[in-house]
């Protein structure tokens, strides 16, 4: 996992395993910032951790060379981004591509990239949400795999509306690493697979699963 700030996504995962709900062994936890409580978190619960500066590097492509290379020594299967506030060196992640996702919060392709609360309250939309997608070389722009929906209220400020959101983007990144664990989510040259099929929409959290779109 990669997280460069508190880490409570990798909080849910970990609870997730210890409730025989996600069948996975979490083998490093990455990180650009010594500070981040997704660190701490690892720590506690004996997973090795790794804190590189990107100030030590000449450039931001030869970190995340590096970086890249300790996460393969690793041995994982899995590469979950869940608050990493980098942008990845292409050459990089090509070789993760379909074993990289990313946590996001808002309904993509609706606002990449940050303050997506604000943007999403400023568009006055009336709903928002978290999509976990594939990570390509394109910021916040590889296959969405699934979709959390939430309704805005009309009192909901950015800080009230991400705090309403955080727990369903728990619950969809779970889902989505244990049925990527489970063999039922992959991806292929047609795009996003569940059960065999390619998916035409992201899957939905609806009713405490995942759906496909109907
Ligand atoms: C989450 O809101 C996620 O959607 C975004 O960054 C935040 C990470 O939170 N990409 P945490 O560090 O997992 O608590």
Redesign the pocket.
Known sequence: ML??????????LLVARDCGDLPAEFVLVASDKAT???LRLAEGAGVPTLVLDPRAYPDRRRFDLDLFDRIADSGADLLV?????RIIDGDALTPWIGRMV????SLLPKYRGLQTHRRALEAGDREHG?SVHYVTAELDGGPVIAQVHIAIKPDDDEQRL?QR??PL??RLLVAVVADIAAGKVSLDGDGVQFEQETLTQPLQWIEGRLKAAS
């Open positions: 997280a460069s700030g508190r880490g409570s996504n990798l909080a849910a981040a409580g997704a981004m869940a608050g990493f506030m990313n946590i996001h919060p978290a991400a959101l955080l983007e728990h």
